[in-house]
C-alpha cells in the first residue's frame, strides 16, 4: 500500500514540475505583464499629421489598458531630437515610437540594445545598415491618393456633364511642402486617378518650402483657386488648404480632398474625401511583439525588407474616410470600392502607368517612361518615385 501511495506521490510531483516548467515556458515567451511606450511627435495634435500618428497611441491605451504606461513627447524638431530620446530612454521605455525625420534615432539606438526603435521612414532603407533594434514602416499611402484622385475625378466628370466646366478647365491644385520623392509620388498618384475618370484633367503645384505653416498653405491654396483649380488637396500640415476652399466655395465651385485627417467639420460644404495612413495597425503589432518577446517583422504582415515594412489596403495599413455624400458625385463610392479590391487583389502596377514621360526636377537627364510603368514601395516603405509628368502637372512659382 505504502508503494501505491509512494507513487501517486510521485506521479503528483513530476505532474506539478511540468505544470511549473510550462508556466516558465509561457512567461518568458508569452508575454510581459506590463510595457512602457514612449511617443515623440514632430508637432502636436493640432496638426493633421500629428494628429492621425497619435491615434496609434489611443489605440494601444483602449486595447492594453493598465497594462501599458504611455510617455509622450509633442513639438520635437528633428534636430532637437536626442534630449527628448534620452529622456523616454532613461524613463524605462521598451519601445519608442517617432513620427520625425531625423537621422539621430537610428545613430542613437545602439546605445539602448534592450529598447526598440520605430520611425516612420525618411528614406530610401533598402541598402542601409541598421541596428537590430531599430525599425522603419510606412503605409503605401500612394493607394490612398490614387483613391481619393477617383472620386476627384467622379467630382469633375459631374461639373464637366452640368456646364459647370469644360474638359480643358479640369485642374486640380496641389499644396505640398517640399519636392521630396514621398511628396511627388502622392500628389502623381492623385493625378492618376483623376485622370482614370477624365482624362483630361491636369494639376497645378505650389510648394511652400515648410511642413506647417497655416498661412502660406492658405494663400497657396487661394491662388491655385484663383488660377482656376476646380479640386484642391495637400500634402502640408495645417488646415489652411481646406480653410482655402471652404471659402472660396461661397462664389465658386471648388472642393477639398483632405489627407492625414478628415476636413468635414472645417470644410462641410467643399469636403470631398480624406486619405490617410492608419497607423495603429503598425504600432498595435509591434507592442504585441514586445509585449510577447517576439522580433517586430515576425509579428507583420505586408512588404518586409529587413527591419523595413509597408503595407497598403490589403492589410488596414491605408483608408479612406469620410466620404461627403452630400457633395461627391453619384457613384463615386463605387468607383473608389472598386479601386480598393484592385489593389487588395494585388494590381497594384496599374498607378504610375501611361502614355508619359517623367523628369527628375534635380536632374533633367534623369527620366522615365511610364509606358513601362512604376511599382512604387517595391524596394522600401519609402515612396521613391520622384518624376514630374511635365505634359500635365504644372509647378508654379511659390509667391505665398
Not at 530612454?89 to 537621422?103: H, K, Q, T, W
Not at 518650402?209 to 491655385?224: D, F, I, R, V
Not at 468635414?264 to 474625401?273: D, I, N, Q, R, T
Request: aromatic share 10%.
Amino acid at each position: 500500500m505504502k508503494r501505491v501511495y509512494l507513487a501517486t506521490f510521485l506521479t503528483c510531483l513530476a505532474i506539478l514540475g511540468a505544470f511549473l516548467c510550462l508556466f516558465r515556458i509561457l512567461n518568458i515567451t508569452g508575454g510581459r505583464e506590463h510595457l512602457t511606450v514612449g511617443f515623440i511627435y514632430d508637432n502636436d495634435e493640432s496638426t493633421p499629421y500629428t494628429y492621425n500618428f497619435s491615434l496609434a497611441s489611443d489605440a494601444i491605451a483602449k486595447k492594453y489598458g493598465e497594462r501599458v504606461e504611455i510617455l509622450a513627447c509633442s513639438n520635437v524638431l528633428d534636430e532637437e531630437m536626442e534630449e527628448p530620446l534620452r529622456e523616454l530612454a532613461e524613463s524605462g521605455c521598451d519601445i519608442i515610437f517617432f513620427n520625425g525625420y531625423s537621422e539621430l534615432v537610428r545613430e542613437l539606438a545602439p546605445e539602448y540594445p534592450d529598447i526598440q526603435f520605430c520611425q516612420t521612414s525618411y528614406m530610401d532603407m533598402s541598402d542601409q545598415t541598421v541596428p537590430a533594434n531599430y525599425h522603419t514602416f510606412k503605409g503605401e499611402a500612394y493607394q490612398g491618393r490614387y483613391v481619393s484622385g477617383i472620386a476627384a475625378g467622379m467630382k469633375i466628370k459631374e461639373m464637366i456633364s452640368e456646364g459647370i466646366i469644360t474638359p480643358d478647365q479640369a485642374c486640380i491644385g496641389f499644396v505640398a511642402a517640399y519636392p521630396t520623392s514621398e511628396v511627388i509620388s502622392g500628389y502623381t498618384a492623385f493625378l492618376l486617378g483623376a485622370r482614370s475618370v477624365v482624362p483630361s484633367t491636369t494639376m497645378h503645384v505650389r510648394y511652400t518650402q515648410t511642413w506647417s505653416s497655416y498661412p502660406q498653405e492658405k494663400s497657396a491654396a487661394q491662388q491655385l483657386i484663383e488660377e482656376g483649380c476646380v479640386i484642391i488637396s495637400q500634402h502640408t500640415d495645417t488646415i489652411g488648404p481646406a480653410i482655402a476652399c471652404e471659402e472660396a466655395s461661397d462664389t465658386r465651385s471648388v472642393y477639398f480632398v483632405g489627407y492625414n485627417q478628415s476636413m468635414s467639420e472645417v470644410a462641410p460644404g467643399s469636403s470631398l474625401v480624406t486619405a490617410r495612413i492608419c497607423w495603429d495597425s503598425y504600432v498595435l503589432a509591434a507592442v504585441d511583439a514586445v509585449m510577447k518577446n517576439r522580433s517586430i517583422e515576425s509579428n507583420l504582415t505586408g512588404s518586409i525588407h529587413g527591419n523595413d515594412v509597408s503595407a497598403g489596403f490589403e492589410n488596414g495599413w491605408v483608408e479612406l474616410e469620410d466620404l461627403n455624400l452630400q457633395v461627391a458625385a453619384p457613384g463615386t463610392e463605387k468607383a473608389m470600392n472598386n479601386a480598393i479590391d484592385m489593389f487588395k487583389r494585388g494590381y497594384s502596377d496599374t498607378v504610375f502607368k501611361g502614355n508619359f514621360i517623367g523628369v527628375d526636377p534635380d536632374d533633367p537627364t534623369d527620366t522615365i517612361d511610364l509606358r513601362n510603368g512604376y511599382i512604387e514601395n517595391e524596394r522600401t516603405s519609402y515612396p521613391l518615385f520622384h518624376y514630374i509628368l511635365t505634359d500635365i502637372i504644372t509647378i508654379d512659382d511659390t509667391d505665398t
